[in-house]
C-alpha cells in the first residue's frame, strides 16, 4: 500500500479503538480523524468537508424534529398502551408490542419510538406482574427490524444514500430498500416473538431491585429533638462526608428534601435516609443525636414535591469516566443518584465514588422537572418516569399526522427529494406551534449530526488512499471461491461485526468505500452492495453498545451483556442470510 493508505488505516485504527474503549465521544473522535487526513493531505478541503454540504445530516436533522413532535402528541404511546392492556399472556403481548412497533419505525426514527414506549411498557409490565425484561430487548430489535425497510428508518440509511450519491451511484429511492427490508423485518418479528419468551431471562428492572434490596443499601435515622444535631447545618453536623454512605433525602412533615444540600439545617424529627454500602457503616452509630429507624421500602419515596427516574447514560453524556461526586451531580442536576445499575447488577458501593459507564442506569429522586430539563439533552440517552402519562393533544396529534403523511407521500411519489419534504415538515409543525423554535433545535442530536457530517471526510479518505481497493481486494481474494454470493457474505459480515463494537453510522460510513470497491473489482453491482451495508449496520442484535435503542434498554431491562446474543444471535442469522439471498436477486449482486 501507498504511504498514504498507511496513514488513513492508522487514523482508521484509532477510530475504532476510541469508540470501542470510549476515549473520546464518537462526534469528536470523527471530527479529529477528519481533521488529520485533512492535514496529512490525503483528501483535500472539498472532500473533507463534503459530509456538511451533503443532504443526509440535513435530512436526519429535520426526521429528529418530526419524531420530536410524534412524542410530543403522545399518540403513538396510546396506541401501544392500548394492545398491550389487552392481556398478559407474554406471546400475546409481545406480539402487540412488536409489530406496531416495527411498522411505525418504517417511518419514524427508531430512537424516539423506543423512548416514548419505554416507561409505558414498564409501567404495564409491572402491573401485570411481568418482568420488563421479556419485552424491552424485543421493543428495541423491532424498531431496528422497521427501520429497515424505508429510506427515512434509520439514520443510517440516509447517510448511505448520501455516500451514494457522492459516488455517482444516485440516491436510494424511498421503497428502494423494502424487497430486502420487508422480508427481514417480517422474518425478525416472528423469531422475536417465538424465541424471546424462552430465550430472555427473567431479571428485575432497576426500580424493582432496588425494591427488592433496599435493606441493603438505604437506611434511615431520625434527628433526635433537642438533640446536638437540632437546629445544625447538614455540613457541620458531619454528615456530608461519609466513609460509606451519602444523605440522599430528608423527610420533613410529610415533605421531601432532594438533594440535601450542605447548607440544610436539621430538625428534631427529621428522618434522614442515607444510601450506601449500609452492611459496612460505621460512621452512623457514632454521630450523637441520630436514632436509627427501620426502613424496608424505597419507592415510598415518590411524592407531589418528588419522583423517581430512570436514566440512562449515553456514549456522548459528559458522565462518561467520572464519578457522581466529580460530576458534582446533586447540584449540577438538583437531583440524588439513589443506585447504580451495571450490566445487569446493582453496583455495591459507595455511589458517589463509582466511575460512570456507557449503559448504566441511575435511579434518581428528582423534582417532578427532571426530565423537562435534560431529556434533550446528550447527559442521559433516556430519562424514563414510571408511571407517567403522556399529554395526548388531539388537534396538534392530526398536524402531526398529515406532516408525517405529507412527507412520506412527497418523497415516495419522487414529487420533492426527502430533504425538502421532510425540511418543509418541520416547518409546517413549528409553524402550527407543535413544536416551538426552541423545542425544535433541542430535538436534533447535534453530535450525531456532526459525526455523520465529519465521517464522510473519512469515507473519502479511505476510498482516495487506496485503502478501500487493498482491504476489497482481500475480502474478494478470501471470499471469491465462493462465487458473487460469498464476495457478498464477506462484506456483510464485515458491517455486522463493525455496527456491533462501534456506532452504527459510522460502521457504515467506514464500509461504504470498501464495500463499492470489492463489487467493482468483483464485477459486480455496487449498487447492491450499499444496501447490503445499509442494513447490515442497522441491526445490531448481538451487543448493548452497537446501536442506541440497545443502549436505552440495558439497564431498564436489567440485561446482561450476553443477553443480547441469546436472543440476537438467530436474528443476525436470519438477517445475513436474507440480505446474501434477495440482493442479488434484486439489484443483480
Given at each position: 500500500?501507498?504511504?498514504?493508505?498507511?496513514?488513513?488505516?492508522?487514523?482508521?485504527?484509532?477510530?475504532?479503538?476510541?469508540?470501542?474503549?470510549?476515549?473520546?465521544?464518537?462526534?469528536?473522535?470523527?471530527?479529529?480523524?477528519?481533521?488529520?487526513?485533512?492535514?496529512?493531505?490525503?483528501?483535500?478541503?472539498?472532500?473533507?468537508?463534503?459530509?456538511?454540504?451533503?443532504?443526509?445530516?440535513?435530512?436526519?436533522?429535520?426526521?429528529?424534529?418530526?419524531?420530536?413532535?410524534?412524542?410530543?402528541?403522545?399518540?403513538?404511546?396510546?396506541?401501544?398502551?392500548?394492545?398491550?392492556?389487552?392481556?398478559?399472556?407474554?406471546?400475546?403481548?409481545?406480539?402487540?408490542?412488536?409489530?406496531?412497533?416495527?411498522?411505525?419505525?418504517?417511518?419514524?426514527?427508531?430512537?424516539?419510538?423506543?423512548?416514548?414506549?419505554?416507561?409505558?411498557v414498564?409501567?404495564?409490565a409491572a402491573?401485570k406482574r411481568?418482568?420488563?425484561?421479556?419485552?424491552?430487548?424485543?421493543?428495541?430489535?423491532?424498531?431496528?427490524?422497521?427501520?429497515?425497510?424505508?429510506?427515512?428508518?434509520?439514520s443510517?440509511n440516509?447517510?448511505?444514500?448520501?455516500?451514494?450519491?457522492e459516488?455517482?451511484?444516485?440516491?436510494?429511492?424511498?421503497f428502494e430498500?423494502?424487497?430486502?427490508?420487508?422480508?427481514?423485518a417480517?422474518i425478525?418479528v416472528?423469531?422475536?416473538?417465538a424465541?424471546a419468551?424462552?430465550a430472555?431471562?427473567?431479571?428485575?428492572?432497576?426500580?424493582?431491585?432496588?425494591d427488592?434490596?433496599?435493606?441493603?443499601?438505604?437506611t434511615?435515622?431520625?434527628?433526635?429533638?433537642?438533640?446536638?444535631?437540632?437546629?445544625?447545618?447538614?455540613?457541620a453536623a458531619?454528615?456530608?462526608?461519609?466513609?460509606?454512605?451519602?444523605l440522599?433525602?430528608?423527610?420533613?412533615?410529610?415533605?421531601?428534601?432532594?438533594?440535601?444540600?450542605?447548607?440544610?439545617l436539621?430538625?428534631?424529627?427529621?428522618?434522614?435516609?442515607?444510601?450506601?454500602?449500609?452492611?459496612?457503616?460505621?460512621d452512623?452509630?457514632?454521630?450523637?443525636?441520630?436514632t436509627?429507624?427501620?426502613?424496608?421500602?424505597?419507592?415510598?419515596?415518590?411524592?407531589?414535591?418528588?419522583?423517581?427516574f430512570?436514566?440512562?447514560?449515553?456514549?456522548?453524556?459528559?458522565?462518561?469516566?467520572?464519578?457522581?461526586?466529580?460530576?458534582?451531580f446533586?447540584?449540577?442536576?438538583?437531583?440524588?443518584?439513589?443506585?447504580?445499575?451495571?450490566?445487569?447488577?446493582?453496583?455495591?458501593?459507595?455511589?458517589?465514588?463509582?466511575?460512570?459507564?456507557?449503559?448504566?442506569?441511575?435511579?434518581?429522586?428528582?423534582?417532578?422537572?427532571?426530565?423537562?430539563?435534560?431529556e434533550?439533552?446528550?447527559?442521559?440517552?433516556?430519562?424514563?418516569?414510571?408511571?407517567?402519562?403522556?399529554?395526548?393533544?388531539g388537534?396538534?396529534?392530526?398536524?402531526?399526522?398529515?406532516?408525517?403523511?405529507?412527507?412520506i407521500?412527497?418523497a415516495?411519489?419522487?414529487v420533492?427529494?426527502?430533504?425538502?419534504?421532510?425540511?418543509m415538515?418541520?416547518?409546517v409543525l413549528?409553524?402550527?406551534?407543535?413544536?416551538?423554535?426552541?423545542e425544535?433545535?433541542?430535538?436534533?442530536?447535534?453530535?450525531?449530526?456532526v459525526?455523520i457530517?465529519?465521517?464522510?471526510?473519512?469515507?473519502h479518505?479511505?476510498?482516495?488512499?487506496?485503502?478501500?481497493?487493498?482491504?476489497?481486494?482481500?475480502?474478494v481474494?478470501?471470499?471469491?471461491?465462493?462465487g458473487?454470493r460469498?464476495?457478498?457474505?464477506?462484506?456483510?459480515?464485515?458491517?455486522?461485526?463493525?455496527?456491533?463494537v462501534?456506532?452504527?453510522?459510522?460502521?457504515?460510513?467506514l464500509?461504504?468505500?470498501?464495500?463499492?470497491?470489492?463489487?467493482?473489482?468483483?464485477?459486480?453491482?455496487?449498487?447492491?452492495f450499499?444496501?447490503a451495508?445499509?442494513i447490515?449496520a442497522?441491526?445490531?442484535?448481538?451487543t448493548?453498545?452497537?446501536?442506541?435503542?440497545?443502549?436505552?434498554?440495558?439497564?431498564?431491562?436489567?440485561?446482561?451483556?450476553?443477553?443480547?446474543s441469546?436472543?440476537?444471535?438467530?436474528?443476525?442469522?436470519?438477517?445475513?442470510?436474507?440480505v446474501?439471498a434477495?440482493?442479488?436477486?434484486?439489484?443483480?449482486?
Amino acid at each position: 500500500m501507498a504511504a498514504e493508505a498507511w496513514i488513513v488505516l492508522a487514523v482508521v485504527l484509532g477510530v475504532f479503538a476510541s469508540l470501542v474503549w470510549e476515549l473520546a465521544s464518537p462526534a469528536t473522535t470523527m471530527v479529529a480523524a477528519m481533521v488529520i487526513v485533512l492535514v496529512t493531505g490525503v483528501v483535500t478541503p472539498e472532500q473533507a468537508l463534503s459530509g456538511f454540504s451533503n443532504p443526509a445530516p440535513i435530512t436526519v436533522a429535520a426526521l429528529y424534529v418530526l419524531a420530536r413532535a410524534v412524542e410530543k402528541t403522545g399518540v403513538l404511546t396510546t396506541l401501544v398502551n392500548r394492545m398491550l392492556g389487552a392481556g398478559n399472556n407474554h406471546r400475546a403481548a409481545l406480539t402487540r408490542l412488536v409489530v406496531p412497533t416495527a411498522a411505525a419505525s418504517a417511518f419514524l426514527n427508531n430512537t424516539p419510538i423506543v423512548a416514548m414506549l419505554l416507561p409505558n411498557v414498564q409501567a404495564w409490565a409491572a402491573e401485570k406482574r411481568l418482568s420488563p425484561s421479556k419485552f424491552l430487548m424485543p421493543l428495541s430489535f423491532a424498531a431496528l427490524l422497521g427501520g429497515v425497510t424505508t429510506l427515512i428508518g434509520t439514520s443510517t440509511n440516509i447517510v448511505v444514500s448520501g455516500l451514494m450519491v457522492e459516488a455517482g451511484l444516485g440516491g436510494l429511492g424511498f421503497f428502494e430498500l423494502s424487497p430486502v427490508g420487508v422480508p427481514i423485518a417480517v422474518i425478525g418479528v416472528l423469531l422475536l416473538i417465538a424465541l424471546a419468551p424462552i430465550a430472555l431471562p427473567e431479571r428485575l428492572s432497576v426500580r424493582q431491585e432496588a425494591d427488592a434490596e433496599a435493606r441493603q443499601f438505604m437506611t434511615e435515622m431520625v434527628v433526635d429533638p433537642g438533640g446536638p444535631l437540632d437546629g445544625k447545618p447538614v455540613a457541620a453536623a458531619g454528615l456530608r462526608h461519609l466513609s460509606s454512605v451519602f444523605l440522599a433525602t430528608i423527610e420533613r412533615d410529610g415533605s421531601l428534601i432532594a438533594p440535601v444540600g450542605p447548607d440544610e439545617l436539621l430538625r428534631g424529627g427529621d428522618r434522614l435516609r442515607f444510601v450506601g454500602k449500609v452492611q459496612h457503616v460505621v460512621d452512623l452509630p457514632a454521630i450523637r443525636g441520630l436514632t436509627a429507624e427501620p426502613s424496608d421500602h424505597l419507592l415510598d419515596l415518590d411524592t407531589a414535591s418528588a419522583r423517581y427516574f430512570e436514566a440512562v447514560v449515553g456514549a456522548e453524556s459528559p458522565l462518561v469516566g467520572q464519578t457522581l461526586k466529580e460530576a458534582d451531580f446533586r447540584r449540577r442536576y438538583q437531583g440524588v443518584v439513589m443506585a447504580i445499575h451495571r450490566a445487569g447488577q446493582r453496583v455495591d458501593a459507595k455511589l458517589g465514588e463509582v466511575p460512570l459507564r456507557v449503559g448504566d442506569t441511575l435511579l434518581i429522586l428528582s423534582d417532578q422537572g427532571f426530565r423537562r430539563r435534560w431529556e434533550d439533552r446528550p447527559d442521559f440517552l433516556l430519562i424514563s418516569q414510571q408511571g407517567a402519562t403522556p399529554n395526548i393533544n388531539g388537534p396538534k396529534a392530526v398536524v402531526v399526522g398529515l406532516v408525517a403523511l405529507g412527507i412520506i407521500g412527497l418523497a415516495s411519489a419522487g414529487v420533492v427529494p426527502i430533504l425538502e419534504a421532510s425540511l418543509m415538515g418541520g416547518i409546517v409543525l413549528i409553524a402550527a406551534r407543535v413544536l416551538t423554535p426552541s423545542e425544535a433545535r433541542s430535538a436534533i442530536d447535534l453530535d450525531v449530526i456532526v459525526l455523520i457530517a465529519s465521517a464522510f471526510g473519512v469515507a473519502h479518505a479511505i476510498e482516495a488512499s487506496g485503502l478501500a481497493q487493498a482491504v476489497a481486494s482481500g475480502l474478494v481474494d478470501a471470499f471469491e471461491f465462493f462465487g458473487p454470493r460469498g464476495i457478498l457474505t464477506g462484506v456483510v459480515l464485515a458491517t455486522v461485526v463493525m455496527t456491533s463494537v462501534i456506532t452504527n453510522n459510522a460502521a457504515a460510513l467506514l464500509m461504504f468505500p470498501i464495500a463499492i470497491a470489492a463489487a467493482e473489482s468483483a464485477g459486480l453491482n455496487p449498487r447492491g452492495f450499499a444496501v447490503a451495508v445499509a442494513i447490515a449496520a442497522s441491526v445490531d442484535f448481538l451487543t448493548p453498545i452497537g446501536y442506541q435503542t440497545n443502549t436505552m434498554v440495558y439497564g431498564p431491562g436489567g440485561y446482561r451483556f450476553g443477553d443480547y446474543s441469546r436472543l440476537g444471535a438467530p436474528l443476525t442469522l436470519a438477517v445475513v442470510l436474507t440480505v446474501v439471498a434477495l440482493v442479488p436477486i434484486v439489484w443483480g449482486a
